[in-house]
C-alpha cells in the first residue's frame, strides 16, 4: 500500500527525467533544442494517459491484498484443525447465548406493552343481527369490519362517543380508552413537510392506565398491539 | 520521424512490453529511458514502443514481484530509479520466453506449411 503511494507520488519526476534525457539524446544527435523537445515528447506518447493507466495498475491493489489475506487465514485454519474447532465452537457459543438473551429481554422488557397488566388488556368489538344505520362510520387499522346491508351477522370494532361512554361508566374495566383515525395529518419540523396518519386518543380515561413510561414513541407501540388483541366477544 | 519509416515499424503485441522489459532487465538493472532506448536499439528499431507506456508496464511488474526498484544516480549523476530483476521475475522471464518460443513456432508452421512441404 505505502510502496505503492510512493511508486505513484514519483511518477511526475520519473516521466519528466525520462522526457528530459530523450530531449538531451536528441540534441546530441544534432536537433535544435526545440525540436528536440518536441521529438521527446512526441515519442514518449500522451503523458496523462500514461499517467492514469500507471494508477490504474494499482487501483485495487488493497482488494486484493485482502483477499490474499483471506486465503492465507482460511489456509491456516485448514492447518491447524484443532484450533479452527475452538475458535468456531466459541464464536457459535457466544453468538447463541447472545441471541438468547436478547430474545428474552426483548420479549420481557422490549416488547411487553406499554400498561399496567398487559394481559388483561381486551379490545371492545360489536357484532349485530343486522347491520346499523349509521350517519358515517370510521372504522381503523386492521379490524374485521363488515357493515354491508344483507351480511351475515355484521360486525366492526367501532362504537359511538355516548356507547363509549356508557362502557367507561358501567365499571367493568379498571379503565378505558378509545382512539380514532384522525385521518392524513401534515408534520412539518425539521426537514421537508411530510404527510403522517394520526391516531386521536382522549387523555384522561386512559393515560390511567398506560403506565408511566414516556408516551412518545410508546403509543404507536401500544397502538399496533391493540389491533392484534382478542376481542372479548 | 516520416511515414515512411512509421510504416517499416511493427506495433508490439499486447502483453509482450513486459516480457521484453524482463528480458532487458536480464542484463543487469536500469532506469526507465535506459530500457526504452535498449528495446529500442536490440529490435534494430523495428518495434514501436511508446516510450510512456512502458510506465505502467514496470508498475505492473513492480505490484507482481517480478521486479524491484531501487533509487540511484545514472552515468549523469543525476537521480533515477533503477529496475532490477528478481528472483521471482527471473523465473517468469524463463517460462514466459519458453511459452513465447511456443506460440511464434506454432504461427509459424501455419503461416508457412508450403515451405515444408516444398522441402526435398
Redesign the interface.
Known amino acids: 500500500m505505502r510502496?505503492?503511494k510512493r511508486?505513484l507520488e514519483?511518477?511526475d519526476h520519473?516521466?519528466r527525467?525520462?522526457i528530459e534525457?530523450?530531449t538531451q539524446?536528441n540534441i546530441e544527435r544534432g536537433m535544435t533544442a526545440e525540436e528536440a523537445r518536441y521529438a521527446a515528447m512526441r515519442?514518449?506518447?500522451?503523458?496523462t494517459?500514461?499517467k492514469e493507466?500507471?494508477r490504474?495498475?494499482?487501483n485495487f491493489?488493497w482488494l486484493e491484498q485482502f483477499l490474499q489475506d483471506i486465503r492465507f487465514g482460511l489456509r491456516m485454519l485448514r492447518k491447524s484443525p484443532g484450533f479452527t474447532a475452538v475458535a468456531v465452537l466459541t464464536l457459535a457459543l457466544g453468538i447463541g447465548a447472545n441471541t438468547a438473551i436478547f430474545s428474552l429481554i426483548d420479549a420481557v422488557m422490549l416488547r411487553s406493552l406499554p400498561v399496567e397488566n398487559p394481559s388483561q388488556l381486551v379490545l371492545l368489538k360489536w357484532v349485530a343481527r343486522n347491520a346499523p344505520n349509521t350517519h358515517g362510520y370510521m372504522s381503523w387499522g386492521d379490524c374485521p369490519t363488515n357493515m354491508q346491508r344483507g351480511a351475515q351477522n355484521p360486525s366492526g370494532c367501532s362504537f359511538s362517543e355516548p356507547m363509549f361512554q356508557e362502557i367507561t361508566q358501567a365499571n367493568v374495566f379498571s379503565g378505558t380508552a378509545a382512539f380514532a383515525n384522525s385521518g392524513r395529518l401534515n408534520l412539518t419540523g425539521n426537514g421537508p413537510a411530510t404527510v403522517i396518519n394520526g391516531q386521536l386518543f382522549p387523555g384522561t380515561s386512559s393515560a390511567r392506565w398506560v403506565s408511566n413510561r414516556p408516551l412518545a414513541g410508546c403509543l404507536t407501540h401500544l397502538m399496533t398491539h391493540l389491533q392484534r388483541l382478542p376481542s372479548p366477544f | 520521424m516520416s511515414t515512411k519509416e512509421q510504416k517499416q515499424r511493427i506495433e508490439l503485441l499486447q502483453g509482450t512490453l513486459d516480457l521484453l522489459i524482463l528480458r532487458t532487465l536480464l542484463l543487469g538493472s536500469a532506469h526507465g529511458h535506459a530500457i526504452a532506448k535498449a528495446i529500442e536499439f536490440n529490435s534494430d528499431d523495428v518495434l514501436q514502443v511508446e516510450q510512456g507506456s512502458l510506465y505502467p508496464a514496470l508498475h505492473r511488474l513492480i505490484k507482481r514481484g517480478w521486479i524491484s526498484v531501487e533509487e540511484g544516480t545514472s552515468e549523469n549523476n543525476r537521480r533515477a530509479k533503477f529496475y532490477r530483476l528478481t528472483a521471482k521475475g527471473r523465473k517468469q522471464l524463463a517460462a514466459e520466453t519458453s511459452k513465447w518460443d511456443k506460440f511464434a513456432g506454432a504461427i509459424a508452421r501455419i503461416l508457412r506449411p508450403a515451405k515444408q512441404e516444398g522441402e526435398p
Open positions: 510502496r505503492s511508486m514519483e511518477l520519473d516521466i527525467e525520462h534525457r530523450e539524446g515519442k514518449f506518447g500522451n503523458v494517459r500514461v493507466e500507471t490504474e495498475v494499482w491493489i
